[in-house]
């Protein structure tokens, strides 16, 4: 199956997954998850939506062998406060600027080794779709 056919079990789970994160089954959290850094990349994971499940987002990296990604994220953690970025996005953008003005170079440098790394992680959440039918029509009905 390809993303473009599994694209109307993808816009069932966005559904589901912004009006209640906690009813997504293990399987549909992950491609929740993972799906925007493969098109946005990891600043855009902080920047915008996505932070706020950040823990999760990186426990599904490393279940799906996507460890050197999970990494990637520890480390951008590392700087914010307490060692993970706030779930409040306004903070979460402030606390970037001043780790930006901090270390200008840190998110340009981070995003440059993800993106040699986008390809395994791609190819990862395209066979756990495939592996687990959730791109499949029949299980959009019940989402």
């Known amino acids: ?4 056919e599994a694209q109307p079990a993808w816009e069932a789970i966005v559904n589901k997954g912004f009006s209640n994160y906690q009813s997504l089954s293990r399987d549909e959290r992950i491609w929740f998850n993972l799906e925007p850094l493969t098109t946005d990349g990891i600043t855009d994971h902080y920047i915008n939506y996505g932070a706020e499940h950040n823990k999760d987002t990186i426990r599904d990296l490393e279940y799906l062998g996507c460890s050197d990604i999970a990494k990637l994220l520890k480390r951008v953690n ?3 406060f307490w060692g993970k970025p ?5 903070k979460r953008n ?3 600027m001043k780790i930006n003005d901090k270390h200008p170079n840190f998110f340009d440098d981070i995003d440059d080794t993800y993106w040699d790394l986008n390809n ?13 039918g959730i791109g499949e029509s029949p299980n959009t009905s019940s989402i």
């Open 78 to 80: 590392k700087h914010f």
């Open 86 to 90: 706030s779930k409040d996005i306004d």
């Open 1 to 4: 199956m390809t993303r473009e």
């Open 120 to 132: 395994k992680l791609e190819n990862a959440l395209l066979e756990h779709i495939n592996k687990t």
């Open 94 to 96: 402030v606390q970037m």
